[in-house]
């Protein structure tokens, strides 16, 4: 791979032409018209529908009007500010209205009587606010019921969310913490008027208004109901956590929600195969990022998204060249450009439940979103370990590229769940995720971590998120040589590659064994 060749693509990219490449924007159409003209000019072929470089994707976008928050402890607001301090949305049409509801606070919002935690403790929600902490007890713990460290189902907000409304909670407010969400506040204050997408036609949805808050505020606002918020933190990570009640404490808002249709599109590339055409390796990135966005203080609208995710966009269009440029595999390569990731991985669980080619013969997906502009590495981080035999792959391609797997860095942000090839995991097919890992040439593991974490907290998901003319981008290089080497290998053979014994991935893929020679 050409270090030089995918720091051109990136500089492209996330240049202020692509409007931050946000779906139904503008910059859609030069985003798209961008990567297909790479595609063929490396003499790949149109895999999209209909002989096209495209798949359609329909969505629903949820645009939030005139919206008002506020949250009072015996009578008196808070000084809040939407967006900075506490951001609403809600997928229910129509207006969404809550006045003066008491809070009520279920920690982790854990329901999970069968793992010893019962965090609603059979409380009636009628309307109330159920207040909870992201994640799930375990975050900050080596092993427990729920996968330790790793972020487990239970830490998500949809199943939080489910649990509350089930016992009639009229809304729910999560309490943000950089620990437990592993990004800042400021990411969801930048995306607080964004409006929001579903796949496919609006639900019909009842209560659906959902608030988030910063911690700090969570802290005053408890203290000002008498309660030490950190303290009962600490409580909710043990099975003995019941809810409390948020005495004289309530929340109101005030919005309308907007739906209405748009399609945007999935862009496709395909090396044909050539004894075993009907069988595919997927490669994939999405395309996306946050697009325009409300200015900042010096007036820029665009988050760029050079990092998250013009890396890993480069980094396909140049295994798509390699494979371009090398003879033909005996099975067929798709290089799929996703839309809408950071809406919820839309335009991967569009391909994954509308495949364009079987997923009963896909062998195996690759996805590349490196969340990293590293300098030359020594490792690979693994995400998500313990889950299927391309791991052991993995770590052998690495090691003749010079390159050792190291531990995934932060397990309880939950990264294997929150990019595109979850939606082929959930489906049975096997799926392997690494990026450049923080072991560097120069300066070793801390120089590694520095960066990494300061582009995790201060350039994540922000305007910040910018092409930097220093980068050399040779990490991402070696990234998609061991994902081309490693893919290779599949697509020229006649392997199945599994998940391991154990694993519920396991099941559903030995469920379609008899499609597969």
Do not use: C
Not at 43 to 70: M, Y
Not at 286 to 300: F, V
């Amino acid at each position: 791979m050409d270090p030089a060749a995918i720091k051109r693509d990136v500089e492209q990219l996330s240049s202020d032409a692509f409007f931050g490449r946000g779906p139904g924007e503008a910059g859609e159409i030069a985003t798209l018209d961008y990567l297909v003209s790479q595609f063929r000019a490396a003499g790949l072929q149109p895999g999209g529908q209909n002989g096209t470089w495209f798949q359609d994707v329909s969505l629903t976008r949820f645009v939030r009007e005139n919206a008002t928050a506020s949250l009072s402890v015996g009578g008196r607001r808070l000084p809040l500010t939407l967006a900075t301090d506490i951001s609403v949305t809600s997928m229910h049409v129509g207006d969404n209205v809550v006045e003066d509801a008491p809070l009520v606070f279920v920690g982790f919002g854990v329901d999970e009587p069968t793992l010893g935690y019962d965090q609603f403790g059979g409380i009636d929600l009628t309307g109330k606010v159920a207040v909870f902490l992201m994640n799930d007890p375990d975050y900050a713990s080596d092993q427990g019921p729920f996968n330790g460290r790793n972020r487990s189902p239970q830490g998500g907000a949809g199943s939080k969310k489910r649990a509350a409304f089930a016992r009639g909670a009229v809304a729910v407010l999560q309490i943000h913490q950089f620990e437990t969400a592993s990004w800042p506040f400021q990411q969801i204050s930048n995306s607080d008027p964004d409006p929001k997408f579903v796949r496919g036609p609006a639900p019909q949805r009842g209560a659906d208004l959902t608030g988030t808050v910063r911690w700090e505020v969570a802290v005053d606002l408890f203290r000002q109901a008498g309660l030490d918020l950190p303290a009962l933190a600490l409580e909710a990570r043990t099975p003995a956590f019941r809810p409390v009640d948020l005495p004289q404490a309530t929340m109101s808002a005030d919005f309308t929600i907007v739906a209405s249709p748009m399609v945007t599109r999935n862009v496709i590339a395909m090396q044909p195969g050539t004894t075993r055409a009907d069988e595919t390796v997927i490669y994939g990135a999405h395309w996306d990022a946050y697009g325009i966005g409300p200015a900042y203080a010096d007036g820029d609208t665009l988050r760029n998204g050079a990092v998250d995710n013009g890396i890993g966009s480069a980094t396909l269009l140049e295994v798509a060249r390699a494979y371009a440029a090398a003879p033909a595999p005996l099975r067929t390569v798709l290089f799929i450009g996703y839309t809408s990731e950071e809406d919820g991985l839309l335009g991967a669980y569009e391909y994954a439940n509308a495949p364009l080619r079987p997923l009963e013969t896909t062998a195996a997906v690759f996805n590349l979103d490196p969340h990293l502009a590293l300098p030359m590495t020594r490792s690979l981080e693994l995400i998500g370990a313990g889950r299927t035999e391309l791991e052991a792959d993995l770590e052998r391609v690495a090691a003749t590229q010079g390159l050792t797997i190291e531990a995934e860095h932060d397990p309880a942000a939950g990264w294997y769940s929150r990019s595109d090839h979850l939606t082929f995991a959930e489906k049975g097919v096997p799926t392997v995720y690494f990026r450049a890992g923080s072991d560097l040439v120069v300066g070793g593991v801390n120089a590694g971590m520095a960066m990494i974490e300061r582009y995790n907290s201060h350039d994540y998901h922000q305007r910040s998120d910018e092409f930097d003319p220093s980068w050399d981008l040779v990490a991402a290089a070696q990234e998609g040589t061991v994902a081309y080497l490693l893919g290779r290998e599949i697509a020229d053979s006649g392997r199945w590659p599994v998940w391991n014994a154990g694993t519920p991935n396991r099941a559903l893929r030995d469920g379609s064994a008899g499609s597969r020679p």
